[in-house]
Structures are given as structure tokens and as C-alpha cells.
């Protein structure tokens, strides 16, 4: 095994240097690699190449923050069939899903081969979303309930089928797609760096900084640009404020859904403190226009420091104390205790990532596994719980504040921002025939975005992942043998995205 | 309760008291100013992401602009932002900004439909529809909401059931996945009805403009009552926007 091609988080390598391996010794080498409990699949899809897909497989040693490459090739003339890895790895199901639904690869004992987004360039063109497969048990004593695509709310739209016996949820299949708007393709369709940023920041607005961060990274990667020092740490300060707006955020939600109403109203307010900081800084509330290639428009300052202090004192003072009291009631206890459990095991099956992970007693987070701006300099130690229900997502998230907090306090202890970080590139060349990747770790989890670049350096290829890709699975198993009322808070406690998983 | 009302007390009042003059930070990039300076303008037409900016005179649309700021940045003395976050209309000629213009922007009454200044003149239910978009103006949305702003206190509320509701909302750039819901919730919303275009993608697809994934015929069917740029609008720039239909 001491021959794998590794990279580090952002950082490239020439395409033609991935080794590339016979289908067979793909497929062991990923069962073995697998079978080690600090190695995660970070991304798995094909890249089409003129007539043959080079199929490349990433995945995260999160013991010595190597990212492990794997490479296998489907010729021409070669069948269009491969055996499926998921039955032995779970937690490829959604990936195999993926370039079967793009390429119309079939992957042989897979159990579940159903479509993933019904994207645009999909190679079924016939099927349509409203076909799609679901999951049936034919029992005259089970009934379903479908709900969606549009939800009662504002919220995004998705597909729940529930297979009930009464009011006990058997099964839940979550069926995904109508926000797909075609970004990977617009990515290389669209040629100004600009565009492609603003790409990157849409691609799920709540987690701006975490998109455009793993976005700029990657071309930074690739035009061999080094930011400065204070930059990279104004970069992770950006990241951090975003996870703790959305944490308190969906602190809030959590308490409307147990009908707390104290807790609801004064958790959205405390939100609005720290995405109207975000705004002073940069002009948005939701950190867009923040992250550019190779610089920032607006350098964080000295005053800003003053004034983000401040905003920090009176939200801690007043998160403190309403957590303290809200967190003990038994109405919020007993609601969210035990309920949408999901164990360790099944975590590390459907290969989740981020909260979901942490909440379940694995950890993963790339903040500290696979560092990236700031976070060589200022380390976090991840907060895990081990009980996986919705009380430990509830909790997580209050942890989670805290340690970011504590994060910035004392990185401001340390640096000043007297002189401003770099100006941002505006145009970028770069290198050909190489493929980057960047890891990123938003507030849901980790986030992949991957380049590949042509002989002339164009962008031939350009890959995103948001964690909700492995994590959407976590909330169709905590719906397991609950009743269907349970529904609402456990969603609530993922927060899952439908655009970053639509793409 | 002590607990509690101790937790109130030390909370504050948080909401704002006038949405229509209340003061956002000066860096929020709102309603654009074109100053009268002399420029490359071809550049500037070049690089905005969305084509929002055309030469001869120098003009941006605010359908298309999704506030990005790079004009301003890079050509500081012919463009700047100010803060004021008014920026919705329902007549789309208005939502396009000149060269030398100063003035806010503007709705117009006479335009609008008189069974509707009649019947939603003291609350508004609405529907939203999220197709395409990235959770960004859906977020806002619902801040409109929250103790901070309050919308509920003039009678807007949004509604589960189209059945129920005054209109609709529609937030992102209408994927082609999403099209036909849309115009099921559209039909099922009785008449007379408002159609509203809020944020910048469901207005005129902002990045995602060129997108085939998108399917936009529908509004070519429809007319649209109310724009609300932004990318995403601001809560304050949604709530004045939607008081424009009520007293
Ligand atoms: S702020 Fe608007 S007009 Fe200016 S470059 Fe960005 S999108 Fe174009």
C-alpha cells in the first residue's frame, strides 16, 4: 500500500502521473483501504475524456491528512459495466448512483441504481423526474405518504415517501433533483473567473464561504498563487462566522418545532447580529462577494476587529444564558432525546460527514484532518458526540458555536490587521493537464470541489460536492421506526442541503 | 420564568420599529449611483458576470445585477452603491439605472390592477415557490419573518396551500425539474392573484441565466406584479416592496 498516489488538501497533480489501475485491483484496493475506520470516500466519479472515462476515486486518510488517489479506465470498445462496490462499501452508493445516472454505466449488483438529480445532460433522457422508482412494499396493511416537492414553508423543494404502518414510519425515501440548474456545466461554460466565483457562491447560498472558499482554492491550486498568511486566517474567520450564524439559526428553528417560542425568537435574533457583522465587512449578510481568487475587495481591519469583538461579547452573553436555560427544559429534552437515533455503525456505513458524523461519535472534520487556510496556524479540535439522536445534533451545534468562538478570541489575541491582505486576481492562467482538489469544511461538512485542466490549460472538467451528497442517507435511516410526526424536528436537526445536492 | 424574563430583559427590544426608514450598515451594496466620470466603458460592460451593465448611456439592470460590487471596485469614481435597499418595483423600465440618476426607486400605482388594490389593500397571504434557486433568498425570506423585522405585524404572512394564498412568490431561476410545480401551484392559486419575482435568479436567472437546465416559458405566460432584485434581496427591500400592495 506504500505505493498509492497521495496529495495534500490543495494541491494539484499531473493527470497523467495517477496511476491507473485494472477495474479488479481498483475494486480491492478500495475494499482494503476502506476496511481502516480513519479512512473516508471523499469523491468517486468519471471523467469524460474523448471516447474512454477515467474514473477517479478520492479517498481522506484522516490520520496523516493524505488524500489517497485512485484511477481506473473504461476503454472505447470496453462493455459499459462494471461490478458495483457498494454492496461491499456502502457508502459509494450515491457515487456509483451518479455516473450510472450521468453515463449510463451500469453497475452490476448494485442495489439500489436509481437516479440521483435527474441533471440536464443526463444519459436516460427519457426519464422523466416524476418517474421516479420509489421503494414500494406491496402490503394491504402499510400505507404511503408522499409529500412534495413543494413543502408547506419557505423552503426548498424535494420529494418525501414514507411507507407507514400507521403512524410508524417503516421506510423513507428521499428523492432529490428540482433545484438542479446545471452549475458544473456552467462552470466550464461560463469562461470570466468572476463568473465561475459567483458560481461558487450560489451553489448553496447558506454556505457561501464554504463553496467559494473550496472554489478558490482550487484555481489558487492551480495558477500556483500563494495567499498571504493574514488572508488565509480572514478566510477561516469568514467560514467560522458563517457556521455559527446558521448553528444559531437552526438553534432557532429546532425550538419553533417544540414550540418554545422564547428560545425561537431570541436565537433568529442573535443570528441577525453576526450575518449583519458579515455584512458590514463584505456588503452581503450570507458572506457573498467575500471570497475571491488571490485576494479579498474588502480586507478585514483593525476597525472591524473592534466592532466583531463587540458583536462577539454580547452574542456570547446572550447565547450563554438563553442556551443554559433553553437546553435543561424538559419540554426540549424529552422532545429531542432519543428520538432519530443513528449509531456509529451506520454512520461509518453510509460514509456520512461533518455534524453527522461528529454527532455520532466519528470524527471527521477537515478543519483539523486536512488543513486549510487558517487552520494551520490556529487549529481547531472538533467537538464529537456519541449519540447520534436529535438531542446530539441540537447539541452539537451549541458546542460548536462555542469552539468557534473561542477559535476567534484567540486568533484576535494574536494578529492584527493593520495593513490590508492582497487585492484579488482578476484573470488567472493555469497550469495544463493537471487536476486539483480543495477540502473545505462548511458548517454541514466537508465540501469537495476538484478541477481538471486541459493541455492549454482551460478547464475541462470541474466536480462539486456538498456533504449532503453522503448525508441525506443519514436522515432517511433516523426516520426509521418513528412515528412520521417525528418527521419535522429530525429534518430540522440535519438541515440538509437541496441546492448544493442538485447542483 | 424568572430565568426567562430575566433572558427578555437583558435581550432587548430587537425589532425594528419603521421598515421604511430603518439604516443598514454602509457597506450594503443597494441601490446603484453612475457618476457622470469618463471611463473605459467597454471594460466596464466587460466585466460584469451578468451582463447587467450596457454602454451608451451607461445604465445597470437591476434584474440582471446581482450585486457582486465589482464595477464599483474597480471603477470606484463611476460607480457606487449606496445603502438604501428600496429597490423593488412592478414596473421593470424602473429597475434600470442611468447615468446621473440619484432618485430612489420607484413604484408605480397606476399600474397595478384594480381588483387588486381593492381586495389585498390590509393583508397579504402568499405562497412561495423555491425553483431552482440557492436557499439564499428563501433564508431572507424567512429573516422577513423573525422578531427582528417582523413582517407578520402588517398582515403578510406566507402560507402552506397556493389554495390559500393572495399569489405567488417565486424565488430562484426556475429549473426545468421545477417548472411544471410551478405553474400547478400557480393554477391552484385562486383568482385575482399577484405574481411576484423575487431575487435576482427568478427575476432574469442571474448566473444562471444561460443555463439549459432552466426552463422559463411559464413567464411568458404570467404578469408579473412585483420585482425584487438582490442577490438575495435584502429582508428590508422584501418588506417595503410587498407594503407597496397594502395600506
Ligand atoms: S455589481 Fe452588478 S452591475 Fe456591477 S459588476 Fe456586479 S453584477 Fe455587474
Not at chain 1, 260 to 267: D, V
Request: aromatic share 10%.
Amino acid at each position: 500500500m506504500n505505493n498509492l498516489c497521495k496529495i495534500k488538501n490543495n494541491n494539484s497533480i499531473s493527470l497523467n502521473s495517477i496511476p491507473v489501475y485494472k477495474y479488479s485491483d481498483f475494486f480491492s484496493k478500495v475494499v482494503d483501504l476502506m476496511g481502516d475506520d480513519n479512512k473516508h470516500i471523499v469523491n468517486y466519479f468519471a471523467i469524460p475524456d474523448k471516447n474512454i472515462f477515467r474514473f477517479i476515486a478520492l479517498i481522506a486518510d484522516d490520520s496523516n491528512s493524505d488524500i489517497i488517489i485512485l484511477s481506473h479506465i473504461l476503454e472505447e470498445n470496453d462493455k459499459k459495466e462494471l461490478a458495483a462496490l457498494t454492496p461491499k462499501i456502502n457508502a459509494l452508493h450515491i457515487f456509483e448512483r451518479e455516473i450510472f445516472e450521468n453515463y449510463g454505466i451500469n453497475f452490476i449488483g448494485h442495489p439500489w441504481l436509481k437516479p440521483v438529480r435527474f441533471p440536464k445532460n443526463r444519459y436516460n433522457k427519457e426519464l422523466q423526474i416524476n418517474d421516479y422508482p420509489f421503494y414500494k412494499i406491496n402490503s394491504s396493511e402499510l400505507h404511503e405518504v408522499g409529500v412534495g416537492p413543494i413543502h408547506a414553508g419557505i423552503i426548498e423543494p424535494g420529494h418525501f415517501r414514507f411507507i407507514c404502518n400507521g403512524e410508524d414510519v417503516l421506510h423513507l425515501e428521499i428523492q432529490l433533483g428540482w433545484q438542479h440548474r446545471g452549475i458544473e456545466k456552467l462552470m466550464l461554460e461560463k469562461k470570466q473567473l468572476l463568473q465561475r466565483t459567483i458560481l461558487s457562491e450560489s451553489i448553496a447560498g447558506d454556505t457561501s464561504v464554504g463553496h467559494s472558499l473550496a472554489f478558490a482554492q482550487v484555481m489558487e491550486t492551480l495558477a500556483q498563487i500563494e495567499v498571504s498568511e493574514q488572508l488565509k486566517i480572514e478566510r477561516s474567520l469568514a467560514l467560522e462566522l458563517e457556521r455559527i450564524a446558521i448553528h444559531v439559526g437552526d438553534i432557532s428553528a429546532l425550538c419553533t418545532d417544540v414550540a418554545y417560542n422564547l428560545g425561537a425568537n431570541i436565537f433568529g435574533i442573535l443570528r441577525t447580529g453576526i450575518i449583519n457583522f458579515t455584512q458590514s465587512w463584505c456588503g452581503n449578510r450570507l458572506g457573498k462577494s467575500m471570497i475571491r481568487v488571490g485576494g479579498i475587495n474588502l480586507p478585514f481591519t483593525e476597525k472591524l476587529k473592534i466592532s466583531l469583538l463587540d458583536t462577539i461579547a454580547k452574542f456570547e452573553f446572550q447565547f450563554l444564558e438563553l442556551a443554559h436555560h433553553t437546553y435543561r427544559l424538559p419540554s426540549v429534552e424529552n422532545r429531542f432525546d432519543n428520538i432519530g437515533t443513528v449509531s456509529e455503525n451506520q454512520i461509518r456505513k453510509i460514509g456520512a460527514v461533518g455534524m453527522a458524523a461528529r454527532m455520532a461519535n466519528v470524527k471527521r472534520d477537515i478543519r483539523q484532518s486536512h488543513p486549510f487556510a487558517g487552520f494551520f496556524k490556529y487549529p481547531i479540535e472538533p467537538v464529537v458526540l456519541p449519540k447520534g439522536d436529535v438531542f446530539s445534533r441540537f447539541l452539537l451545534r451549541r458546542k460548536e458555536i462555542k469552539s468557534s468562538i473561542a477559535w476567534i478570541k484567540n486568533m484576535f489575541e494574536k494578529e492584527n490587521f493593520d495593513t490590508p491582505s492582497e487585492k484579488p486576481k482578476t484573470s488567472i492562467s493555469l497550469m495544463p493537464q493537471m487536476f486539483a482538489v480543495s477540502l473545505t469544511e462548511g458548517w454541514r461538512g466537508e465540501i469537495c470541489h476538484c478541477a481538471v485542466t486541459d493541455q492549454n490549460g482551460e478547464i475541462c472538467f470541474y466536480k462539486i460536492k456538498d456533504p449532503s451528497m453522503h448525508n441525506w442517507k443519514a436522515l432517511e435511516l433516523s426516520l426509521r421506526n418513528l412515528e412520521i410526526s417525528d418527521f419535522p424536528i429530525n429534518n430540522k436537526s440535519y438541515n440538509l442541503s437541496y441546492c448544493g445536492f442538485d447542483l | 420564568m424568572l430565568e426567562e424574563i430575566k433572558i427578555m430583559i437583558h435581550n432587548g427590544k430587537q425589532f425594528i420599529p419603521d421598515v421604511r426608514t430603518s439604516k443598514v450598515s454602509e457597506t450594503f451594496r443597494g441601490r446603484p449611483v453612475i457618476t457622470n466620470a469618463v471611463v473605459d466603458e467597454q471594460k466596464l460592460v466587460e466585466l460584469c458576470p451578468t451582463s447587467a451593465i450596457s454602454s451608451h448611456p451607461l445604465s445597470i439592470d437591476l434584474k440582471k445585477c446581482i450585486f457582486c460590487g465589482e464595477c464599483a471596485f474597480r471603477f470606484p469614481e463611476k460607480i457606487k452603491f449606496t445603502n438604501d435597499y428600496k429597490l423593488s418595483s412592478n414596473n421593470p423600465d424602473n429597475l434600470i439605472i442611468k447615468e446621473g440618476q440619484t432618485g430612489p426607486i420607484m413604484f408605480d400605482p397606476s399600474i397595478v390592477r384594480n381588483e387588486i388594490k381593492k381586495i389585498f389593500k390590509s393583508s397579504l397571504k402568499l405562497r412561495q415557490v423555491c425553483a431552482g434557486g440557492d436557499n439564499s433568498a428563501e433564508y431572507e425570506l424567512n429573516a422577513s419573518g423573525n422578531a427582528n423585522f417582523d413582517m407578520g405585524r402588517f398582515g403578510i404572512e406566507f402560507v402552506a396551500s397556493p389554495r390559500h394564498a393572495d399569489g405567488i412568490l417565486v424565488t430562484g431561476p426556475i429549473s426545468e425539474n421545477m417548472a411544471e410545480a410551478l405553474e400547478i401551484a400557480y393554477k391552484a392559486t385562486p383568482e385575482p392573484k399577484l405574481f411576484i419575482l423575487c431575487g435576482v435568479d427568478a427575476i432574469s436567472g442571474g448566473i444562471f441565466a444561460d443555463s439549459k437546465a432552466l426552463n422559463r416559458n411559464f413567464l411568458k405566460k404570467v404578469k408579473v406584479d412585483l420585482y425584487i432584485p438582490g442577490n438575495p434581496p435584502h429582508p428590508l427591500n422584501i418588506i417595503n416592496g410587498l407594503l407597496n400592495f397594502i395600506n
